[in-house]
C-alpha cells in the first residue's frame, strides 16, 4: 500500500514568517493530496488539496505544491498567524484505491 | 450544510466491554470512512463504504470490531470486547464520490481502563 512521510513533526515559527511542510509518498498511482488542519478536540478540516494534473495551487495565505517525478508535496503558509497553531496532516490517494493514506503529522506553533 | 454528525464525544468504558460509536454523514455522501486516530499519530483507516456495501475493512480487527451502514446513510462501529489499546479517537468521514474530498465529524475520543 501507499506510504506517506512528513516531515518536520514539530515547527515553531514568528508570526509572520512562512511555514513549510513536506511529504512524500510511495505509490506513483497516488492523484489525489488533500491537506489538512486539525485543532485541539476537533476532528481534521481539509485547507486545501491538490490533484496530480497540476503542479501548484494556491488560496489567500496557503499554497501547495506537487513535484511528481520525486513523488513529494508541500504545504506552504505564509504571513502566520497565532490562530495558524494547529496539527496539519497531510495525504494520498488514488482513484482506484479506497482510501486516504495520511502523514504523521505536524505541530505547527505560530509564536505571537 | 451540515457537517458530519459523531456521538458520543467522549466515552471512558473498561476493558472487555462493549461500546458503539454512531455517525452521521453529509446528506447525499455516498462514501463513508471510519478512522483510528491514536494519540500523535495521523487517521488510519478501519472501514470505508460505499452506500451500504463495504469497500475495504483490510484493516479493521474482525475479531473484535464490526460496522454497519443501513439504508447507505447513518453507520455504527461496535468494539466487543474493548482492549487498552483500542484507546484512541475515532472518526467519521465522507465524501460525495471516492477519492474526493472527505469531511471529518469531531470524533469520539474512547477511553479504554
Known amino acids: 500500500g501507499e506510504n506517506v512521510e512528513q516531515h518536520p513533526s514539530t515547527l515553531s515559527v514568528q508570526e509572520g514568517d512562512s511555514a513549510v511542510i513536506k511529504c512524500t509518498y510511495s505509490d506513483s498511482a497516488s492523484n489525489y493530496f488533500p491537506w489538512y488542519k486539525q485543532e485541539l478536540g476537533k476532528g481534521p478540516q481539509l485547507i486545501i488539496d491538490?490533484?496530480?494534473?497540476?503542479g501548484e495551487k494556491k488560496d489567500q495565505r496557503i499554497a501547495v505544491t506537487l513535484n511528481k517525478t520525486a513523488k513529494h508535496f508541500s504545504l506552504h503558509i505564509t504571513e502566520t498567524q497565532p490562530e495558524d497553531s494547529a496539527v496539519y496532516f497531510c495525504a494520498a490517494s488514488f482513484f482506484s484505491g479506497n482510501q486516504f493514506y495520511f502523514g504523521t503529522g505536524t505541530s505547527l506553533t505560530v509564536i505571537p | 450544510e451540515a457537517g458530519v454528525a459523531q456521538s458520543p464525544r467522549y466515552k471512558i468504558i473498561e476493558k472487555r466491554q462493549s461500546v458503539a460509536f454512531w455517525c452521521n454523514p453529509i446528506?447525499?455522501?455516498?462514501?463513508l470512512y471510519w478512522y483510528q486516530q491514536i494519540l500523535g499519530q495521523g487517521p488510519k483507516l478501519l472501514i470505508q463504504?460505499?452506500?451500504?456495501?463495504?469497500?475495504?475493512d483490510s484493516q479493521l480487527p474482525k475479531d473484535r470490531f464490526s460496522a454497519e451502514r443501513l439504508k447507505g446513510v447513518d453507520s455504527t462501529l461496535k468494539i466487543q470486547p474493548a482492549k487498552l489499546e483500542d484507546s484512541a479517537v475515532y472518526l467519521c468521514?465522507?465524501?460525495?464520490?471516492?477519492?474526493?474530498?472527505?469531511?471529518f465529524g469531531q470524533g469520539t475520543r474512547l477511553t479504554v481502563v
Open positions: 468521514a465522507s465524501s460525495l464520490l471516492q477519492n474526493t474530498e472527505a469531511f
Open positions: 491538490i490533484r496530480s494534473n497540476v
Open positions: 463504504f460505499q452506500n451500504n456495501g463495504v469497500v475495504d
Open positions: 446528506s447525499g455522501h455516498a462514501t
